[in-house]
Nanobody
Framework: VQLQASGGGLVQAGGSLRLSCAAS????????MGWFRQAPGKEREFVAA????????VYADSVKGRFTISRDNAKNTVYLQMNNLKPEDTAVYYC????????????????WGQGTLVTVSS
């Protein structure tokens, strides 16, 4: 089981980035796929998650209205569209997968990608 995240980079405040996370090794068609982030010196925090059908999503308050999670089950891929980025969004972003229900706790997620760095300059 592997999760490969990509799409990070350096962007100015107010800009946009789209992260992708491709899953391989098994089908994740019935799984919850989510995004977390970890800034230097801080704990990993929840960003967004989506159920298999795509009709139930959860967002952290800090990203509501700016970030959008989506998925393509045929490609075993989840996306995170990030708009109006702020310097405080700077972090390593991780994708994760669970079959244990939609939730925000990192411990609920069983598989993790390697992370992709997002840096937002002011």
């Amino acid at each position: 089981v592997q999760l490969q995240a990509s799409g990070g980079g350096l962007v100015q405040a107010g800009g946009s980035l789209r992260l992708s996370c491709a899953a391989s090794g098994r089908s994740f068609g019935s799984s919850i796929m989510g995004w977390f982030r970890q800034a230097p010196g801080k704990e990993r925090e929840f960003v967004a998650a989506m159920n298999w059908r795509g009709d139930n999503t959860v967002y952290a308050d800090s990203v509501k209205g700016r970030f959008t999670i989506s998925r393509d089950n045929a490609k075993n891929t989840v996306y995170l569209q990030m708009n109006n980025l702020k310097p405080e969004d700077t972090a390593v972003y991780y994708c994760a997968v669970t079959r244990r229900g939609l939730g925000t706790e990192p411990g609920r997620y069983d598989y993790w990608g390697q992370g992709t760095l997002v840096t937002v300059s002011s």
